[in-house]
């Protein structure tokens, strides 16, 4: 049983300093303090980022680990991360044949997790576009919600450094998502997450098919139609500074037909 001391008890009395009031933590401090959490960050080419990123994360909280699900990187990013999982024990790797897309990665790194009992699961890029500095929030945001979602668009919007063009896309895709679905998220594109293992739980993972920004809009439409609480916090997202990117038109058009199936999905009561 976990106790905390509470600062406020320290009264004096008499003249002395009396500090032995020990308060019991509630339930969901409990909770919280006790939780295993894993950060999944999905690679494909990651080099020049990998061996950066994943000091930043586990020095934001010590309920931390890593998981890199890597697709055989051909520049290494695979092998770098089994030395670094031999030399750390928070760092884990999964490693898949070949490159079978973002959602397939994180349906793996999701099934890696609950087999190990991790709490707290995150979805997280390797190219730096997802601050580290935002995962406290995240944990405290998930205190109280059971799927916490990184928004670009919560206050105006908040995107470093991409062509007005992607800018333009990503804004409306998001109106668009919205407008189709009626999933009330600011963003739901952004891939900058952290699920309750109840979430992962519930959602039947073997049904979902996307797997470019159409995978971020699924899993979150899923948790919502089974009753979950989502909340979305600020982010500032900046675009990757090294290493290529992925985004292709064929993630864009699996994105347009995703969110029809959802709603018709929804319409014949199988979400
Ligand atoms: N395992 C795996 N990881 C992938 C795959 N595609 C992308 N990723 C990783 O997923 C994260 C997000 O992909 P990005 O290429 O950054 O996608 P994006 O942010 O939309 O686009 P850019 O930042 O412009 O490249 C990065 O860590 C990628 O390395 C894939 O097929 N398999
Ligand atoms: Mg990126």
Not at 50 to 79: H, K, M, Y
Not at 134 to 153: C, K, M, N, T, W
Not at 176 to 195: E, M
Request: charged share 25%; aromatic share 10%; with cysteine.
């Amino acid at each position: 049983m976990l106790i905390t001391r509470d600062e406020q008890s320290i009264i004096p009395v008499g003249g002395l300093t009396q500090n032995v009031q020990w308060t019991e933590k509630t339930d969901s401090q409990r909770d919280a303090a006790d939780m295993k959490a894993l950060v999944c960050i999905p690679t494909y080419n990651e080099i020049e980022n990998l061996p950066r990123i994943i000091p930043e994360v586990l020095a934001r909280d010590a309920r931390f680990s890593v998981l890199v699900i890597d697709d055989n990187s051909p520049d290494g990013t695979g092998n770098w991360a089994d030395d670094e999982a031999r030399r750390n024990p928070r760092v884990h790797v999964l490693h898949r044949r070949e490159k079978q897309g973002l959602g397939q990665a994180y349906l793996a790194g999701f099934r890696w997790a609950l087999e190990r009992g991790f709490d707290l699961v995150f979805e997280m890029d390797a190219d730096f576009s997802h601050n580290p500095d935002y995962l406290p929030q995240f944990l405290a945001a998930a205190e109280h919600a059971d799927l916490v979602i990184g928004s670009r668009y919560i206050k105006g919007v908040n995107v470093i450094n991409w062509p007005m063009s992607r800018l333009l896309l990503s804004y409306f895709a998001n109106v668009y998502t919205r407008v189709v679905t009626g999933l009330p998220l600011r963003d739901a594109t952004g891939g900058f997450k952290c699920y309750h293992r109840r979430v992962l739980e519930s959602v039947n993972l073997d049904a979902v098919r996307s797997n470019g920004y159409s995978f971020q809009i699924e899993m979150s439409f899923r948790a919502w139609r089974r009753g979950f609480t989502l909340t979305e916090i600020p982010i500032v997202f900046v675009d990757r500074e090294m290493g290529t990117s992925k985004m292709s038109k064929k993630i864009v058009r699996e994105a347009v037909w995703m969110v029809w199936r959802l709603r018709l999905l929804r319409l014949l009561g199988r979400l």
